[in-house]
């Protein structure tokens, strides 16, 4: 069966200093994983996506993932965080050949002056 | 449209009150999703419609919840007799299949429930 863990439940940094967004899977079969962010009072949006292919993804914004199989993990990275993007993170599973996607409980980024 | 329209934008209903939540996909996307998102939590998902076919209803969580799409574009979500803890944040998306099942969502701002 799928999961996904997001091992932190917020994150502070300050502005100009690099974020790591934590995302720990499970899956049975070969996995697609997304990062969609959601800012207060707007639609969920989708950052970036792995299908298999490269295994650093690069998304907008200038955020990116890497997915990692033998640790099973896929966090969001971020070289030099901005104001605007203070918003929660969702690291998202689906296996291939299903439209289910699953969400983790997300992560809250704050972002300090 | 542009994107995912869903109304109302809030709604608040008194315990035992039947609502309906409408969603309007983006035109020509056929897969149509809704999801619950209570407080501090992830989007659960509820149900799945592959244009008016709805091919998973495996996430609604007892019998007073039910969602429809008649026509394959605008969906509804009803809940009857609305409990406290429907409160939540519903939220659509829709997706153009291409034949694979990794497809980018687009997501509406969802429908933020009280249930008093």
């Known amino acids: 069966a799928q999961s996904v863990t997001q091992l932190d439940s917020h994150v502070s940094v300050s502005e100009g200093t690099p974020v790591l967004l934590r995302c720990n899977y499970s899956s049975s079969y070969s996995p697609s994983l997304f990062w969609y962010v959601q800012h207060p009072n707007k639609g969920l949006q989708l950052l970036l996506k792995y299908t298999s292919a490269a295994t650093l993804v690069k998304g907008i914004n200038g955020f990116e993932a890497e997915f990692k199989k033998s640790e099973t993990s896929f966090h969001l990275t971020k070289p030099s965080a901005h104001m605007s993007d203070a918003a929660e993170y969702f690291c998202?599973?689906?296996?291939?050949?299903?439209?289910?996607?699953?969400f983790g409980t997300g992560t809250r980024l704050k972002v300090l002056a | 449209g542009a994107g995912v329209s869903q109304s109302p934008r809030y709604k608040v209903a008194k315990r035992g009150q039947d609502v309906a939540l409408r969603c309007d996909p983006i035109s020509g996307h056929v897969s149509l999703f809704w999801y619950q998102q209570a407080l501090g939590q992830g989007p659960e998902f509820l149900t799945y419609?592959?244009?008016?076919?709805?091919?998973?209803k495996s996430g609604l969580p007892s019998d007073r919840f039910f969602a429809e799409r008649p026509e394959g574009s605008v969906s509804t979500l009803k809940i009857q007799r609305t409990q406290q803890e429907d409160s939540a944040v519903y939220l659509c998306a829709s997706s153009r299949p291409t034949g694979a099942t990794n497809e980018k969502l687009f997501f509406g701002s969802g429908t933020q429930l009280s249930v008093l």
């Open positions: 998202v599973v689906s296996d291939s050949g299903t439209y289910k996607y699953i």
């Open positions: 419609f592959q244009n008016e076919a709805q091919l998973d």
